[in-house]
């Protein structure tokens, strides 16, 4: 295959630029050759789609001293840079740029725990700190602090909170979690945001906002800057937790599970992220498509209920967990017992833990802030070379919403051949609602079922008026088009800071559907 | 007196705009008369000072279409504009202007509760909406939701979340519960932010970020947009409540409390925006200084041990709120009182509510949700014309640096003739300190002292590592110019962003320190 270069510049242009690239960062880190760039594909899409993200090359500098010269360089040929902090995001496109021949400039070389203060509860990290990292530190030094991981624990704890990733903890929301930024602007200005603009300052990580205007969230989803260090608020270890589980054996109590969690959520008797899962979902972590099934289409009812009935789990499975003294972790679960009790069918197990203990069943780990691989097994669901792409609309946490968002997802996965793979994470007024397409990436029909699939699943649910919070590379042109309101008045205004904070364009063109001037024709090119 | 005009207009231009603003929003609309303009002087600032604040005129729209009529004008002539939802924000400047000579844009006719969702916990309101409005028509329709009141009741719901104000209950950083906006940009496009640029969509007050970039606060204590629309999370209304008062017998008893109150708040058994209150501040809701002493300068240590005893009070007093079913209330409360035990002469008192009470202690309403307008007999501590400025640095969370922040203000006022009326209301891992210097603003001689120490103040603890959340116009300069980090990056990027958004600066010129290019050379002076 012909290398790939951006798209502005000659081959020989190309060169010349990696050549000053190498004199910043070394030879060693500027990847070119083919073989070290398959890091930098879309994992999950195959050819030929993923020739749309492909990158050019990919540099990885070490300190922000090195960011600066490569954004001097990059300012200097109008070298597209895209950003990763360790690009593990595998359903929406792992480190793969948007615009082809981008340079993806990958920070996991910074990978510094700069500090974790045990009394005041957070930790400051660098792009490259992934879960398992920050999760051994506080083992290691003995810190009563448990972090809150994501999905997979391999993931950057800076990334996925920009990312606006979620857990499974009292912390779940890395976004609201996160206190205080620095950040590289295109021009090389380094921005600490918040109360990081007071030098010496000893509350950057303490206080959100500082004075004036305040900016850590208009860098999330963003290609606004390349943040370079984060804050994270840490919960305190607490001195005994429950971790719950009720099986609902019927389709439709869905609703009545989020009518049951929403005044938990909202009291605060139930404190995490707490899911609601489907069962082919839950079945999924212990078992595989083709031990239940060998048919085409999607499983049959009547399948579903087999696996319900063999694995003895219900058709929706809420997991909820409290946190506390044990005797507010008693009244809590007294609550929350009560309350599911009502449901007809509903059984409710829980399993005490005290501090410091690991629990004993699998998928409980991530409720104690425990890192994991194990969200990996569903990849299994459909054999061959398994691959998925998330479809992730907010829900409003009300049972009619959350059955609507899942009838109109499960029938069109249904025409399209596929599972519904689903389920809720419970914020405190909103649900989010991730439906992942598992598919074979070595089946090309799969393939395009599972791409056209997304657009067809995003338009369902915006006539519904309902948006998704994230999107996969090939639609993000599609999901920003879709907050219309006022003709696109906030894209335009997204893309007027754009234009004021990156005048050459050098950063992440088309994240988030946000294009820089220089680069706007490639909007909803792919 | 000469009549005032934007500095940038001849009387005779500036007569032409007014016209053209009447012809938009009616004659009775557009307010020029000395005797009107009183309502937009700064309220406790007297002359001189208050003449480098005064407006030449104010502006009363009634809809956005309005706002964006009155902004083409605007943009036209380069008429500076300072938007304020009601203006009652007094120890800061109140309605008037950064820059001498601009128009208010009171915003105050806009009122409506657009919206109240009892289910979800939200409402919906336009900037004339104030506290008691908001108390009125929940308790009108019956709903089981609270609001979370600042100290003075008639302050504007919008307003104070836009300047980060805060209130006493478990929603008590409105900064934090505010959760989706409408905002006109000086261009007059009607940006939605996170969800509310899905048209017809449902998920606006619900999920705040949104896809991509997330803006709302940068619109906090901003000049970059007039917020004409603002959603806020509402408490649910707790089945039973508590609320306690602890009494310290020592000054440095100060230490020790904020050490007690740290974990109950980083473990949320105190849910509430607890309070850590000096003796002077609370004797000043039941007395006046003359009361108790009638010399110059700070009231001596012997006399504010007299007041502690006489009223029954703490050196410092800490009020908390536990929410909740009466039996996670219990143990919560079981829980605290055994913390504050802890300490050597603590007193603790607690009152127990079911839902629905109001409470008896004159104090305790804020901490139910209830607005009153009590925090205004401070103003009387002093005697004569009472008028107070505030000085409000952040603090971490922990008892030597509450210790070092009160030590050094106390001196400094103390050294300028005013007593140390202050408290600590306590964040999660931050307080907000709060030290009103109260004067008589017929004493022209305690007029410059108090303007005098906030700059004092401000050096003294920017010394150590502090920095304020917020500040009077007088010193919003001097604030910005201590956010310094990397030569002043950050405020740097925020006048980038400025004239990006509002390229002709007829958006509150000033407004923390942001001034549009057109007005820089303004900075600083007063």
């Not at 700069?114 to 792009?127: F, G, I, K």
């Not at 804050?231 to 305190?236: F, I, K, V």
């Not at 389920?423 to 599972?450: C, E, K, N, S, Y």
Request: aromatic share 10%; net charge neutral.
């Amino acid at each position: 295959m012909t290398s790939v270069h951006p798209p502005n510049l000659s081959e020989t242009q190309f060169l010349r630029a990696l050549r000053e690239l190498a004199s910043v960062v070394g030879e060693a880190n500027v990847q070119r050759a083919k073989d070290r760039l398959d890091d930098y594909a879309d994992p999950f899409t195959p050819q030929p789609m993923a020739q749309s993200f492909a990158a050019s090359a990919a540099v990885l500098p070490r300190s922000t001293d090195e960011i600066r010269e490569v954004l001097k360089i990059a300012r200097a040929y109008r070298l597209p840079l895209w950003p990763v902090s360790t690009g593990r995001n595998f359903a929406y496109g792992g480190a793969a740029p948007r615009l082809r021949g981008s340079v993806v400039l990958d920070l996991k070389r910074m990978n510094r725990i700069v500090e974790v203060d045990e009394t005041l509860a957070y930790a400051l990290v660098e792009p490259g700190v992934t879960y398992f990292d920050l999760h051994d530190y506080l083992r290691r030094h003995g810190m009563k602090l448990w972090i809150d991981p994501a999905a997979a624990g391999w993931g950057s704890v800076l990334g996925n909170a920009l990312e606006r990733g979620f857990g499974y903890t009292a912390y779940g929301d890395h976004a609201a979690a996160q206190c205080g930024m620095e950040v590289m602007l295109a021009n090389g200005e380094l921005v600490r945001t918040g109360m990081g603009a007071i030098e010496i300052g000893r509350t950057w990580q303490l206080y959100k906002a500082g004075f004036g205007p305040s900016y850590d969230t208009m860098f999330m989803q963003s290609n606004f800057g390349i943040v370079t260090k984060l804050g994270l608020w840490l919960m305190p270890q607490p001195p005994a937790y429950l971790i719950a589980h009720v099986k609902l054996p019927r389709e439709d109590d869905l609703a009545a599970a989020v009518e049951t969690l929403r005044p938990l959520r909202l009291n605060e008797i139930v404190q995490n992220h707490a899911v609601i899962e489907g069962a082919i979902r839950h079945a999924a972590g212990v078992s595989s498509r083709a031990d239940w099934y060998d048919g085409a289409g999607p499983l049959p009812e009547s399948v579903v209920d087999a696996i319900v009935a063999r694995l003895g789990i219900g058709r929706w499975n809420v997991h909820f967990a409290l946190y506390g003294e044990r005797d507010i972790v008693d009244v809590r679960f007294a609550a929350a017992q009560k309350a599911f009790a009502r449901l007809p069918g509903a059984a409710i197990e829980a399993h005490r833990y005290e501090a410091g203990d690991v629990p004993t069943g699998g998928s409980e780990g991530n409720m104690a802030g425990i890192p994991a691989m194990s969200a990996f097994r569903m990849l299994d669901w459909r054999g061959g070379t398994g691959a998925h792409v998330d479809f992730s609309p907010i829900c409003p946490f009300t049972g009619p919403d959350a059955m609507r968002q899942y009838s109109v997802a499960k029938a069109r996965l249904a025409e399209y051949g596929f599972d519904y793979y689903g389920g809720f994470t419970a914020g405190q007024r909103h649900l989010h609602h991730i439906v992942a397409t598992i598919f074979d990436r070595t089946d090309p029909h799969q393939v395009d079922a599972a791409a056209d699939l997304q657009r067809v699943l995003m338009s369902d649910t915006r006539a519904e008026g309902y948006g998704v919070y994230r999107t996969h590379l090939a639609t993000m042109d599609f999901a920003a088009s879709q907050y219309d309101f006022n003709d696109g008045a906030l894209l335009k205004m997204s893309e007027t800071i754009k234009d004021a904070l990156d005048p050459d364009g050098i950063l992440a063109p088309g994240k988030s559907g946000i294009w820089p001037r220089a680069w706007r024709a490639k909007r909803g090119v792919l």
